[in-house]
């Protein structure tokens, strides 16, 4: 005589599958991509990352996201370069993309709610004859987590900006700024170089740090390079963000990033890339700094 079974409808309703088809979220906000499975959420100024269905498979329900703060601004007329905004990575456990280096942020799953998102603009150079400071870039937010804006690069008698990575410090001053402000784990950044000693020649200043590595200091050749970015595909495209700026020195140079991509990383000049969150390169002589990238937040999470 035949058994009845309901276990292959448990099953399937437990694996989040409604009459034999399965659940995913669905959410709106930002420019929306999409990359093979997988649907994407950009957002490159303030927005509202919207999520109006769950899946009924918990593990589902994660998201994927990178949250990064704007880049300071370079310090003027030789000096420290800015450091770059806080760079938050987190893989949710489905998902596919080659994530950075910097990957285990704090877990965010999704419930059906609306998310504000802040973008951080990118600090400002600081003035060229007078030697100012840079400014310190914007925060970045999603949900409960934050990119700290990057440190300002410091001038040639002023002290460079703390920041989810510290700025350079500019010609005859003392100490560096620091990374990884306020600290998270995994950290969100790294410190600044430190400038040219008092009788150092060419006279200059240090990078500032980045998502990936520390800022060198002043040497004997010249201000130091900023500290490298970080890549992830988490977009469909693998892209470097966060990286410091250069420092500059008296003689026109500038330290650059020890990277062939500088331009993703912004230092060197011209303005750091939008929304690459890269910290602005101090100008040489008496010019003025460059200014920081602002921040970016991306959302990814499995639809199909």
Request: hydrophobic content about 25%.
């Amino acid at each position: 005589m035949p058994v009845n079974s309901t276990r292959g409808a448990a099953s399937t309703r437990a694996f989040g599958f409604t009459g034999g088809k399965k659940t995913f979220i669905v959410a709106t906000g930002g420019t929306e991509t999409t990359s093979g499975d997988f649907k994407i959420h950009t957002f490159t100024g303030p927005g509202t990352f919207s999520v109006s269905e769950l899946s009924k498979t918990p593990s589902l329900n994660e998201l994927s996201y990178v949250v990064i703060g704007g880049g300071g601004g370079g310090g003027g007329r030789h000096s420290g370069g800015a450091g770059a905004g806080g760079f938050r990575e987190r893989k949710s456990a489905v998902d596919s993309y080659t994530a950075s280096p910097l990957n285990g942020a704090t877990p965010i799953t999704a419930t059906i709610t609306s998310y504000p998102i802040s973008i951080g603009g990118g600090g400002s150079g600081g003035g060229g004859s007078n030697g100012q400071n840079g400014t310190q870039g914007g925060s970045s937010s999603f949900s409960s987590i934050t990119g700290a804006g990057g440190g300002w690069g410091g001038n040639i008698l002023g002290s460079p900006g703390p920041g989810g990575s510290g700025g350079g410090v500019g010609h005859l001053t003392g100490g560096f700024g620091l990374g990884n402000q306020p600290p998270v784990s995994p950290p969100q950044g790294n410190d600044g170089g430190a400038g040219a000693p008092s009788g150092f020649n060419p006279q200059g200043g240090g990078g500032g740090g980045g998502a990936g590595g520390a800022g060198a200091s002043y040497s004997g050749g010249g201000a130091g390079p900023g500290g490298a970015g970080v890549y992830t595909s988490i977009t469909g495209s693998q892209i470097g963000y966060a990286g410091g700026g250069g420092g500059g020195d008296v003689q026109g140079n500038n330290g650059g990033v020890p990277s062939p991509d500088w331009g993703a990383f912004g230092a060197g000049g011209p303005d750091s890339r939008a929304n690459s969150g890269s910290g602005g390169a101090s100008s040489a002589s008496n010019a003025t700094g460059f200014s920081g990238g602002s921040g970016i937040v991306v959302i990814r999470y499995k639809f199909k």
